[in-house]
């Protein structure tokens, strides 16, 4: 989703650089991520072995105005407290601000 709202825009801006297209489509850049809790402790984007133990694992996608636009959470073993919710949902929250900054040094915005 983060790669892909980049590759969108790139190619919007290269047709509209061509005046192929008169404006921008796009409203806002979206990214996402994957947290969990390994463990007992949240973890931001898990790689494989992470997910395949973690206790929850939740996917969450934002967009720049802060709105969200899916969380996906699942408990795999035993339920999640809402302390470890709150925790997931800072930490998501961070990472996406992280990659937005990214997202926009890429297309030089």
């Known amino acids: 989703i983060t790669g892909g709202c980049v590759a969108l825009i790139d190619a919007i801006n290269t047709l509209r650089g061509k005046s192929s297209m008169n404006n921008n489509p796009v ?29 929850t694992d939740m996917n969450v996608v934002m967009n720049d105005a802060g709105g969200f636009i899916e ?17 997931m949902h800072e930490l998501a929250e961070r990472g996406i601000r992280e990659l937005f900054a990214l997202q926009r040094q890429a297309l030089g915005i």
């Open 27 to 55: 409203k806002q850049l979206i990214a996402s991520v994957s947290v969990g809790v390994v463990s007992d402790t949240p973890v931001l984007d898990l790689d494989y072995l992470e997910d395949s133990s973690a206790g």
């Open 71 to 87: 969380i996906q959470g699942t408990a795999e073993g035993a339920a999640f407290s809402r302390e470890q919710l709150i925790a």
